[in-house]
């Protein structure tokens, strides 16, 4: 596993914005709640954004965004076609 905090547009590292990689996926963290989870599933990239968290904040929102390399809009679009799905991402095993 290897967590870096993200980058600002002027390539300061941001506090509470992180990206965790692991052997089986990638996610970006913002604060303790995880954002989106993306992996790849028969050689396709596949995004997950947590249903409750992914449009938390303005805040949440720009990082997201510079995490996916697209604009609310896009995000809003590909949700909606399916291309990219909402799902918890934050609750264990122990808490559901």
Not at 57 to 75: E, H, M, Q
Not at 78 to 89: K, M, Q
């Amino acid at each position: 596993m290897k967590v870096s905090n993200m980058r600002s547009r002027n390539g300061n590292p941001v506090p509470n914005q992180l990206i965790i990689h692991t052997p089986e996926a990638t996610f970006f963290q913002s604060y303790d709640t995880i954002i989106i989870k993306t992996t790849f599933i028969d050689g396709k990239r596949k995004v997950f954004l947590d249903s409750d968290a992914w449009d938390y904040s303005k805040t949440t929102a720009r990082y997201r965004n510079d995490f996916l390399g697209c604009d609310s809009k896009t995000v809003k679009a590909r949700i909606a076609s399916g291309e990219y799905e909402l799902a918890d991402l934050n609750t264990t095993e122990a808490e559901a």
